[in-house]
C-alpha cells in the first residue's frame, strides 16, 4: 500500500520561510504526479503546486507563483514544497497528494498524507 508522510510544518513569523517534505512508501514515487494541496478549517482543499513524475512539469497556484517552489527527488522518494516569503494567509494544513497526472482537482489524486499544519504569524 502506498503511504504519504509529510514532515516540516510549524509556526514561523510572516516573511519566514518552511520547507516540507513529503516520504513516499510502498512504491516508486516517480510513477506518480505528486501535488500539494492546503486547508483551512471550513474551507475546501485548495492546490497548491504540482510536479509530474519525472520532474520537468510543474504548476502552481496564483497565490504560490514566485514564492513556493515544488521539487522532487525520486531517488529518496521524496517531494518537498519550498515556501519563502511566507504570509499569515499561508496559515493551513498542507496535504501531499499522489495521482496520475497534475491537475487541481483533488478528487483526482488518488493517495493523500495525513497532512502538516503551518502556522504563519504577523
Known amino acids: 500500500q502506498v503511504q504519504l508522510v509529510e514532515s516540516g510544518g510549524g509556526l514561523v513569523q510572516a516573511g519566514a520561510s518552511l520547507k516540507l517534505s513529503c516520504a513516499v512508501s510502498g512504491r516508486p514515487a516517480s510513477i506518480f504526479t505528486m501535488a500539494w494541496f492546503r486547508q483551512i478549517p471550513g474551507k475546501e482543499r485548495e492546490f497548491v503546486a504540482g510536479i509530474s513524475g519525472n520532474g520537468i512539469n510543474k504548476q502552481y497556484a496564483d497565490s504560490a507563483k514566485g514564492r513556493f517552489t515544488i521539487s522532487r527527488d525520486n531517488a529518496r522518494n521524496t517531494v518537498y514544497l519550498q515556501m519563502n516569503s511566507l504570509k499569515p494567509e499561508d496559515t493551513a494544513v498542507y496535504y501531499c497528494?499522489?495521482?496520475?497526472?497534475?491537475?487541481?482537482?483533488?478528487?483526482?489524486?488518488?493517495?493523500w498524507g495525513q497532512g502538516t499544519q503551518v502556522t504563519v504569524s504577523s
Open positions: 497528494a499522489a495521482g496520475p497526472y497534475i491537475t487541481t482537482v483533488s478528487s483526482t489524486y488518488v493517495f
